[in-house]
Structures are given as structure tokens and as C-alpha cells.
């Protein structure tokens, strides 16, 4: 039998499902040997349950994660598609203020007011907090990156069509920018998150001049106040750095220096 794979979006820009639309020429290869059964950027048709499930997106209300442990139940493996699945990605920063701040930053003080005021949605505001899926349900297998990488996604099917599972190696992108030769940001006076990001994007970004921002996320076990310590002596105040960390890594750097939220 065909694997049935089916692909879900939570708090997202659908550009991780995209990225996989956008594989067209091998897409259609892909088709002969997997059945999709749920993909809403492409199907009406709706599964009931599935090999794989493909998760994008990040989890803010409890009536997200209620939908989220549902298709956990209905899926035999579940992947992370994707930063915003599998660490929170920009939004996560919002956990850092209070549902009201965050309104009154983006819609004006009229919005905080109208938010403290209009009690019937305090529960709503109460519970709201972007979370990775990883702390909603278990996660089989992450897909990184902003968006993923769609080479890892058809070698992630590879693996569940041989029956195998790939493994996640824990490596810094910098191990990626030293294998393509490439001459440090750190060399010409600029700073970088490659030392504390996961890698397998081939260092795509540092490839072509720019800086690593992190987009993969944070590795378990980066080791953040050294990392701190190499950008401050590169002229970044501590205000500085928590943008750095903030762009894509809130979650993880909150989880790593605060504890777990
Ligand atoms: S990880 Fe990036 S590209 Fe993918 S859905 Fe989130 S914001 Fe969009
Ligand atoms: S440019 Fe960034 S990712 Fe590359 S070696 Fe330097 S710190 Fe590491
Ligand atoms: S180099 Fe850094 S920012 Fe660029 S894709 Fe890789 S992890 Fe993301």
C-alpha cells in the first residue's frame, strides 16, 4: 500500500507548504508513490488518518492544540514542516508581553484598552501563547528552516518509503560554511548565529555573502552565554543581541536562559 500522507497549516504564512508545491517536476514523480490525502493548499479532498502528517505552523490557543492532538492520534508518524512548527519561529517573541501590549504595539493604545475592556474574550487573551507543536504533542522528525529545505523533505520521504527514519544530527551551520570554503562574517566584522543554529540548509545564506539569522533554530545544547560574550566583543549591546535571538529564536532562547515557559 501507498503511504497516505496529509500536510496541516496552524499559525503560518503557508510558505513551507508552498516551498513544497513548488517542487513540481519532482512532485509529480512524488505522486506515484505516496497517496496525499489532506492538503489544503492543494486538495478538497479530507483523510481520516495517515502515515505521515505534516504539521506547519505553531500553536497559540488552546482550541489549536485541541486540532493538533487530534491529528497526532490520527497519524502514525507526525513531522514538524517548518521553524514556525518546530520552534515558534517570529511569533514567538509575542510571548515576551502581555496579549494587550502586543495589540497596543501593533494597533495602537485604542487596541489595549479595547482588549482590557471587552472581558468576554479575556479567556482568549489569557491562553494565548505561541508555542512549537513539540509542546502541544510528541514530534517524530523536524523539517528546519524558514522555509524548509525542499531537498530534505523529499529525502524525508525517501527514508518513509524504504521504512527507514533519517536521523537528526545536532551540527552548527558553521560546520556547513567551513565544508563550502566560505570566509567568516565574523573576519570582516560582522556577526553571525551560524555557531548556535541547527544546520542543513547548507549555509545558503553565508554562501552569498549575507549572515547566518538562525532560521533552524537554536542547537540543544548551543552554548548561549559564550555565544553572547563573541557578539558583545563584536559591538552588539545585550539589547541588540535579544533581537538577534528574538528574529527567530525566542522560544528556544527564553526555554535555554529562562527555563521552560
Ligand atoms: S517557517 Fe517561515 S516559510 Fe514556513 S510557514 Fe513559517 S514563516 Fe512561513
Ligand atoms: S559565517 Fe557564520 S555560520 Fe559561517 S563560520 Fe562564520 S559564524 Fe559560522
Ligand atoms: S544560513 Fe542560517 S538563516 Fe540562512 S537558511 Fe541557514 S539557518 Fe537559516
Redesign the pocket.
Known sequence: MRPRIAFFDFASCEGCQLAILNCEDRLLDLLQLVDIVEFREALSEKGARYDVAFVEGSIHREIDAERLRDIRARSRLLVALGACASTGNVQAAANALSPAENFARVYGEAARNRVQADRRHWPLWAHTRVRPIEEVVEVDHHLR?CPVVPEEFLRFLGHVLAGTRPMERPHA?CTECKAAGVRCVFERGETCM?QV?WAG?R????RQGYR?????GLLPDANLAAHRRVLREHGLDDEAIDARYDLFCAAGRQAIEEGPL
Open positions: 528552516g551551520v551560524g543554529t540548509c549555509a545558503i545564506c553565508t547566518c539569522d538562525g532560521c533552524r
